[in-house]
């Protein structure tokens, strides 16, 4: 009835059509967003919240538009690195999570937000490493 030749064909045609309609439909499926993931990003260290004068974090906003951190970091959103509302929501505001960041602001680091490396500022003083550090802790969310 039919050559074997013309059958292995139809044959290898439907394998075809299954294996491309299965790719093609399966790329267009909606990414699950798994919120376990988006959850442990920011792992939110529990602690009561000092507060940051005005004066202090207006000064640590312009030393950060002086500096290069906003080619790795966002305000609000993800980028190379995380956004500084994220570090806010991660962080709370005390004294030793000033300290720590002011820290990595002048050492660099990686590891607390993923695969990103932060290269390191080391002409920064301290002093302005710390209110740098006010500033983006004063983008917290709930104060």
């Not at 966002?74 to 980028?79: A, G, I, L």
Request: with cysteine; hydrophobic share 35%.
């Amino acid at each position: 009835m039919f050559s074997p030749n013309l059958l292995q064909q139809l044959q290898n045609i439907f394998i075809c059509a299954f294996l491309g309609s299965y790719l093609l439909l399966g790329c267009n499926q909606p990414a699950k967003q798994n919120t376990q993931i988006k959850k442990d990003y920011i792992r939110a260290i529990p602690g009561e919240n000092d507060t940051i004068p005005v004066a202090v974090a207006e000064k640590g906003e312009v030393l950060i538009a002086y500096s290069d951190c906003y080619t790795c970091h966002k305000e609000d959103k993800k980028s190379i690195g995380p956004a500084f509302k994220d570090i806010a929501k991660r962080y709370p505001v005390q004294t030793p999570y000033l300290d720590m960041l002011a820290q990595k602001i002048i050492s660099g680091g990686s590891g607390s937000w993923g695969r990103a490396v932060m290269s390191p500022h080391p002409k920064v003083p301290l002093t302005d490493a710390k209110i740098m550090a006010s500033y983006i802790l004063s983008l917290k969310e709930n104060k």
